[in-house]
């Protein structure tokens, strides 16, 4: 059996075909067998199939001689924290995030929420898992239910002062996964008034997949936004490991804008600090963390590559522009929550509005966002718009696709490591008519037969 699920860093695949109970099993079988965890924890998002997946899992896990704590319904981002809270010998968290309905998958981590990617296990535990035939167990495991949530929403206020926080007037939606009962926690510390939308978790997802990176999700925030005069929204996806803004208007923020933005908040106490930052979109946060006095480092896209990064690194910060954000302080890990508070703090501090805070970045250094394309072949499409744009170019850069530095201008473009898609990206300085110009240029060539 050929285990198409696996992906770079992650596993996600189609229910049943890809990713069903048996695979699970194995999964937590191979898993054990390969890392020899004494204590494993779980956890899984709202997804209807995503129950009975960790059920598979934790009976494989077991079947491998691990024990299990079972966080039940979380965010993966509690799994990274349950594993160092519990200190066990890794994490596992069930989850397909923004992916369709029809999905589910897992994200796995090792002792100290260190990730586990193709070339730390992953594409091992694949071969195991297809093979099936595992090494007989001295033991088997026993499975507790396990509650850290404590705990992690106070590693979450740490990052804030309270006393600073003003009453805002935020739109808080959860999209109906898994971010509802934390927002309920948190509500408890904080003096913010939060306007609930799709609050409650729902595992058939009423108001549509939670992936406020599309712009057909994002209107129902944004009109929240503004019929409730509230001074901040903020989205997160189903297992709420990234989060998604709008200004006091309702107007989506790129995530782009918000690297350069967080990291001059924490290199305000900690100057001289590293940052580690994505190649997709750059100007803007080297820009930002130079001024700041940090260090910008730079790192392929995808979380296992900028965790690796950041251990190395010891970086304080790492920002990537599709709305995930790493903390040294959080195991190296990505939190859709702590940036949610540190610009709670930040417009409570300033008593600036979202949208003053980041106008004259956007004007500085416009981009189109992240644009997806279907090809028939991305290393043809990629070689291709080298061969037309690199002799013109002052720099090209191949950390992570194809990114050119075309002087007031500059793109990346690369193939998804967990989509069947092409992704262009591109910015200017200070020319936002020369930005739209030259991204209609590109998708033209890209779509070009």
């Avoid at 699920?5 to 229910?15: M, V």
């Amino acid at each position: 059996m050929k285990l198409t699920a696996f992906k770079a860093y992650d596993i996600r695949g189609r229910i049943p075909d890809q990713l069903n109970e048996d695979i699970a099993w194995r999964i937590g079988r191979a898993y054990a067998q390969i890392f020899k965890p004494k204590l494993t924890v779980v956890g899984r998002d709202i997804r209807l199939s995503s129950e009975a997946l960790c059920q598979a899992l934790a009976r494989g896990l077991m079947d491998g001689g691990s024990n299990v704590n079972d966080l039940g319904l979380c965010g993966t981002e509690e799994v990274y924290h349950g594993t160092v809270c519990c200190n066990a010998d890794g994490g596992i968290m069930v989850t397909a995030s923004h992916n369709p309905i029809d999905f589910n998958g897992m994200k796995l981590v090792k002792h100290d929420a260190v990730p586990v990617s193709g070339d730390s296990g992953l594409d091992s535990l694949r071969i195991l898992a297809e093979n099936n035939d595992f090494a007989a167990s001295e033991s088997v495991g026993t499975i507790q239910q396990v509650s850290c949530r404590d705990q992690y929403i106070d590693k979450l206020l740490s990052f804030v002062h309270l006393d600073r926080i003003k009453p805002l007037k935020v739109v808080v939606n959860a999209g109906n996964g898994c971010a509802g009962p934390v927002l309920d926690q948190l509500e408890q510390h904080l003096p913010v008034e939060m306007i609930k939308i799709c609050h409650e978790p729902d595992g058939s997802f009423p108001n549509g997949i939670p992936n406020p990176l599309l712009p057909e999700n994002r209107s129902i925030t944004s009109d929240a936004v503004r019929e409730q005069g509230a001074d901040l929204g903020v989205a997160w996806d189903g297992d709420f490991d990234r989060c998604f803004f709008f200004d006091e208007t309702g107007a989506f923020i790129e995530g782009y804008y918000l690297v350069g933005l967080l990291a001059t908040v924490l290199l305000a106490d900690h100057p001289g600090e590293k940052i580690i930052h994505d190649p997709r979109l750059t100007w803007n946060s080297i820009d930002q963390i130079t001024a700041a006095g940090g260090v910008p480092v730079q790192s392929k896209t995808g979380h296992a590559f900028i965790k690796e990064r950041m251990r190395l690194e010891n970086a304080i910060y790492g920002g990537e522009m599709s709305a995930h954000h790493y903390f040294r302080d959080f195991y190296y890990a990505d939190s859709g929550m702590i940036p949610f508070l540190i610009i709670l703090e930040l417009l409570s501090t300033t008593g600036k509005p979202l949208s003053t805070l980041v106008a004259e970045r956007i004007a500085l250094y416009p981009a189109s966002g992240e644009i997806n394309r279907s090809v028939a072949d991305t290393t043809i499409v990629i070689e291709k718009i080298r061969q037309h744009y690199q002799p013109t170019s002052i720099a090209t850069d191949m950390t992570d696709g194809l990114s050119l530095d075309m002087g007031s201008w500059r793109f990346n473009l690369r193939e998804s490591n967990t989509e069947p898609v092409i992704r262009l990206n591109v910015e200017s300085r200070k020319d936002i008519n020369l930005m739209r110009q030259k991204t209609a240029e590109l998708l033209e060539k890209v779509e070009k037969k």
